[in-house]
């Protein structure tokens, strides 16, 4: 018979695996559990009437779409990026390495007062676009950047190891055998990076869709325009209304593990392809 476990040669698995499920409970099980508690004493009638409105479909809508599409952008800019810092020695390298951490430590209010103060129409840029009828803040493309601003380190940083442990004696040879660039980038070196790449992108795209604080000053908060669902929880419960933020939360809850859920099961099949390669 299979083991369950399987043995290691390092010991401590009890002690180990309690303190993870321990701390995994506190930080993560038991706060979503404690919402799901809240939604179904609410009542799943009532949790429906609440989120069953246009402005809040509007929201949740606006911020799933705008978060994908931020996502989707920092993957392929994300990739590029942890490529040329592994591969290409330049001037300037190491703080532009430096600067891709930067949303990290930089609180999210401060990025967002800094972006509506770049794209406003009295900013720096948003003066520049203003004359050809360009609006970027108080937007939907305002939301974007905001949210492709945090979530650009998620991709960048998880691809980044991946791509340095690439030996380059692989495209050598892939070169060797007359391939050409283009086909060893498609089928050499894209599926190595293709794990680690999906999953900053799910890494993305889960920032981005509770991202709140760079988001709030350069959306402007316009109801069923750039409103998005995040704020609408803050104004529950700013009105003590806990069961409608519950509700709402929940909604959120759910779409993103649909979304989430479909990203592990490509990566899985995305390894599995690699295996089999």
């Known amino acids: 018979m299979r083991p369950f476990v399987r043995p290691s040669p390092m010991p401590g698995l009890g002690l180990s695996l309690g303190i993870t499920l321990t701390m995994l409970s506190l930080v993560v099980l038991l706060p979503m559990a ?38 989707l952008f920092n993957l392929v ?7 040329v810092l592994v591969r290409y020695d330049f001037p300037g390298r190491r703080l532009v390495d430096a600067a891709v951490d930067l949303p990290f430590a930089l609180p999210t209010a401060v990025a967002g007062i800094a972006l509506t103060a770049l794209y406003a129409p009295n900013g720096l840029f948003g003066s520049w676009l203003k004359p050809y009828g360009i609006k970027i803040a108080y937007t939907e493309w305002g939301i974007l950047i905001a949210l492709i601003f945090v979530g650009l380190p998620f991709v960048t940083r998880t691809v980044q190891p991946v791509a340095e442990e690439i030996d380059r004696e692989v495209e050598e040879a892939s070169a ?44 402007g908060n316009i109801p069923m325009k750039t409103e998005i669902a995040p704020l609408l929880i803050v104004m529950q419960l700013e009105q ?15 779409i993103s593990f649909v979304l989430l859920l479909a990203i592990n099961l490509l990566q899985i099949w995305s390894r599995r392809r690699i295996g089999h390669v």
């Not at 190595?192 to 869709?209: D, I, S």
């Open 77 to 83: 800019f994300g990739v590029l990026l942890a490529w």
């Open 34 to 71: 404690a919402l799901l508690w809240q939604g179904a004493s609410f009542g799943i009638g009532p949790m429906w009437d609440v989120i069953d409105r246009e402005r809040v479909w509007k929201a949740l809508l606006l911020s799933f779409r705008v978060a994908f599409f931020a996502a």
């Open 176 to 219: 060797t055998l007359g391939a050409s660039r283009v086909y060893t980038l498609c089928r050499v070196i894209a599926p190595m990076l293709a794990p680690a790449a999906l999953t900053g992108f799910a890494l993305a795209l889960a920032r981005a869709v509770g991202e709140y604080g760079s988001v709030i000053f350069i959306a």
């Open 240 to 254: 003590f209304n806990y069961n409608g933020a519950a509700a709402i939360g929940i909604a959120m809850l759910a």
